[in-house]
Antibody, heavy 116, light 106 residues
Framework: QVQLQESGPGLVKPSQTLSLTCTVS??????????WSWIRQPAGKGLEWIGR???????NYNPSLKSRVTISVDMSKSQFSLKLSSMTAADTATYYC????????WGQGTLVTVSS | EIVLTQSPATLSLSPGERATLSCRAS??????LAWYQQKPGQAPRLLIY???NRATGIPARFSGSGSGTDFNLTISSLEPEDVAVYYC????????FGGGTKVEIK
């Protein structure tokens, strides 16, 4: 069973770029069985898909965030990453990485707060 | 974008009662629908995948049904530990989530 773990700063200043990494274990990140996604959830609110990357490197982003998002993959480290630029208070949320397939798997999430 | 609409927003039932949660898609998602349970401070927990398949370790009182645009999650006999918010998610076209149904115990 694939397992995922998010890592990155818990505090980001307004206008800065958030960088998060998701480390994958239990299955190869280069396998075609999953696509690798980022999802976020503001406190007390619902879940929002940010974007995804396939093993081929192809990406898709939520249109509402597309201008600020970059997702990349590092096969050698079995990691994929999220960069979200021009952060504001509205981006404060718990960020999850996930392996999406018929039987998806999620990380435990990491809280990111945007504050000066 | 496929919009998922969950109803009701809140469901308040007594222990032992049957709970039926609904998820309606704005267009067909075939059977590519999953259900999650989320308790405060925790990550979503997968309950059901591809409409009707229970995930590993999920009690048999949880069941899923439906295809196309209309789906249900049923809890056959509500337990106190089932208090949570339940989300549906489709993967037919990108990824979207429903707004959630909060299940409470009377």
């Amino acid at each position: 069973q694939v397992q995922l773990q998010e890592s990155g700063p818990g505090l980001v200043k307004p206008s800065q770029t958030l960088s998060l990494t998701c480390t994958v274990s239990g299955d190869s990140i280069s396998s075609g069985g999953y696509y690798w996604s980022w999802i976020r959830q503001p406190a007390g609110k619902g879940l929002e898909w940010i974007g995804r990357i396939f093993a081929s490197g192809r990406t898709n982003y939520n249109p509402s965030l597309k201008s600020r998002v970059t997702i990349s993959v590092d096969m050698s480290k079995s990691q994929f990453s999220l960069k979200l630029s021009s952060m504001t208070a509205a981006d404060t949320a718990t960020y999850y990485c996930a392996a999406i397939a018929a039987r998806p798997a999620w990380g435990q999430g990491t809280l990111v707060t945007v504050s000066s | 974008e496929i919009v998922l609409t969950q109803s009701p927003a809140t469901l308040s039932l007594s222990p032992g009662e049957r709970a039926t949660l609904s998820c309606r898609a704005s267009q067909s998602v075939d059977s590519y629908l999953a259900w999650y349970q989320q308790k405060p401070g925790q990550a979503p927990r997968l309950l059901i995948y591809d409409s009707s398949n229970r995930a590993t370790g999920i009690p048999a009182r949880f069941s899923g049904s439906g295809s196309g645009t209309d789906f249900n999650l049923t809890i056959s006999s509500l337990e106190p530990e089932d208090v949570a918010v339940y989300y549906c998610q489709q993967r037919s076209n990108w990824l979207t989530f429903g707004g959630g149904t909060k299940v409470e115990i009377k």
